[in-house]
Structures are given as structure tokens and as C-alpha cells.
């Protein structure tokens, strides 16, 4: 069964930093794009950024110089860093992927910006 699980999220001060990963398990033969999406309390899911096979990256404007995604394609693992967190970045942050041509998704990982 292929799957996505994310970690690495938790309560962080404003202005403090996180990093997600998300790898990729199971019998994989293609991956395509690969990218984080989140929710927060009450909101609909919105995309965050998003990362091609070939490593074009694409973010929404109100994380831009704040968010960077990456992706190791040996290690099947898409990153996110975040930096300058703000509480408007509290949310469950989503990873999702193309895994064998079929959309993915994550469980997800609890963000909480809070001091």
C-alpha cells in the first residue's frame, strides 16, 4: 500500500521555526508533484506550497520568504520549512503527492503557534 506519513510538526512560539517531512512508502514506481496543504480550526483545506518532479516550486503569497519547499527523490521525501511562524500558521498540515499516477494524501501533522 503506498502512503504518506508527515512528521516534525508541534507548538512553536511565534517567530520560532519547524521543519515537516513526509516520505513516501510502500511499492512506489512514479512520483510526481509533491506538495503541503493545511487547515485550520474551522477553515477548508488551501494549498501551501507545491513542488514539481523536476523542482519547480510554487507557494501561496502570504507564506511567501517565510515557507521553502523541498524534495529528496532518493529518499521519496518531501520537506517544508517553515520559518517566522505567526498564529495564523496554526493548522493540520497535509502532505499530498501523484504516488503511481493516483493523488495522495498524509494524515497529517498538528501546527500550533502559540506563546
Known amino acids: 500500500q503506498v502512503q504518506l506519513a508527515e512528521s516534525g510538526g508541534g507548538l512553536v512560539q511565534p517567530g520560532g521555526s519547524l521543519r515537516l517531512s513526509c516520505a513516501a512508502s510502500g511499492s512506489i514506481f512514479s512520483i510526481e508533484a509533491l506538495g503541503w496543504y493545511r487547515q485550520a480550526p474551522g477553515k477548508q483545506r488551501e494549498v501551501v506550497a507545491t513542488i514539481s518532479a523536476d523542482g519547480r516550486t510554487s507557494l501561496r503569497d502570504s507564506v511567501k520568504g517565510r515557507f521553502t519547499i523541498s524534495r529528496d527523490n532518493a529518499k521519496k521525501t518531501v520537506y517544508l520549512q517553515i520559518d517566522s511562524l505567526k498564529p495564523e500558521d496554526t493548522a493540520v498540515y497535509y502532505c499530498?503527492?501523484?504516488?503511481?499516477?493516483?493523488?495522495?494524501w498524509g494524515k497529517g501533522t498538528q501546527v500550533i503557534v502559540s506563546s
Open positions: 499530498w503527492g501523484i504516488l503511481n499516477t493516483i493523488n495522495t
